[in-house]
């Protein structure tokens, strides 16, 4: 089945600088890979997804890079304010007869130091 | 209009006792999805209910746990003879449709301690 690694497990970065999350999965036919933003206490937000059909998506300070040959993914996160503390999940769908199901990655927590 | 609840938001129970925890996803969505998280870990998959479809309950790990869920509404998840690793955060998520991948709505959880 669909395995999903994430690295690195924390990441500490100082207000302003850049963030860089990645990913990888095993299952070539996964077409979909959302990235969730989980802060301490509260329940898992989608922050930007993609799709298989497309290799980059931005969304202001965010942006998520698809590279379908090599089967891994990435969140960028440009300017980074301490409000983006948070622990980040990517996800990437299972095999097409699985529908919606999802296989998460272990994590990063993110810490952004004013 | 609302989110995906979940009830109870905590739960303490011995070793041996059987709980059961309940989601009440968005109205109208026809997927809905359990997911334990253990302490500082990731969201390891459970069960998957997809509209009229059987469900895919590939992720629960014994024949402790079990979930059904009514149409298109309730979900309940139960755990038998609790043990103190089932002790996890317990989160319920829906989706609009069944059959595609696609943004998943999180309840926020039941806490779960087995004591």
């Known amino acids: 089945g669909e395995n999903v690694e994430q690295h690195p497990s924390t990441l500490s970065v100082q207000e302003g600088d850049s963030a860089v999350i990645k990913c990888t999965y095993s299952?070539?036919?996964?077409?979909?890979f959302p990235w969730y933003k989980q802060e301490l206490g509260k329940r898992p937000q989608l922050i930007i997804d993609?799709?298989?059909?497309?290799g980059e998506k931005k969304d202001q300070r965010i942006a998520v890079t698809l590279n379908k040959t090599a089967k891994h993914f990435s969140l960028h996160i440009t300017e980074t304010q301490p409000e983006d503390s948070a622990v980040y999940f990517c996800?990437?769908?299972?095999?097409?007869?699985?529908?919606?199901?999802?296989?998460f990655g272990q994590g990063t927590e993110l810490s952004v130091k004013p | 209009g609302a989110g995906v609840s979940q009830s109870p938001s905590n739960k303490v129970t011995e070793k041996g006792k059987d709980v059961e925890l309940r989601c009440d996803p968005i109205?109208?969505?026809?997927?809905l999805y359990w997911y334990r998280q253990r302490l500082g870990q990731g969201l390891e998959f459970l069960i998957y209910?997809?509209?009229?479809?059987?469900?895919?309950k590939s992720g629960l790990p014994s024949d402790r746990f079990s979930a059904e869920r009514t149409g298109e509404s309730v979900s309940t998840l139960t755990i038998q003879r609790t043990q103190q690793e089932d002790s996890a955060v317990y989160l319920c998520?829906?989706?609009?449709?069944?059959?595609?991948?696609?943004?998943?709505?999180f309840g926020p959880g039941t806490r779960l301690t087995v004591t």
């Open positions: 998520a829906s989706s609009r449709v069944s059959g595609r991948a696609e943004e998943q709505y």
């Open positions: 299952d070539s036919a996964s077409n979909y």
């Open positions: 209910f997809q509209g009229n479809s059987a469900p895919d």
């Open positions: 993609i799709r298989s059909n497309v």
């Open positions: 996800a990437a769908s299972g095999p097409r007869n699985q529908g919606g199901k999802l296989i």
């Open positions: 109205s109208g969505h026809t997927a």
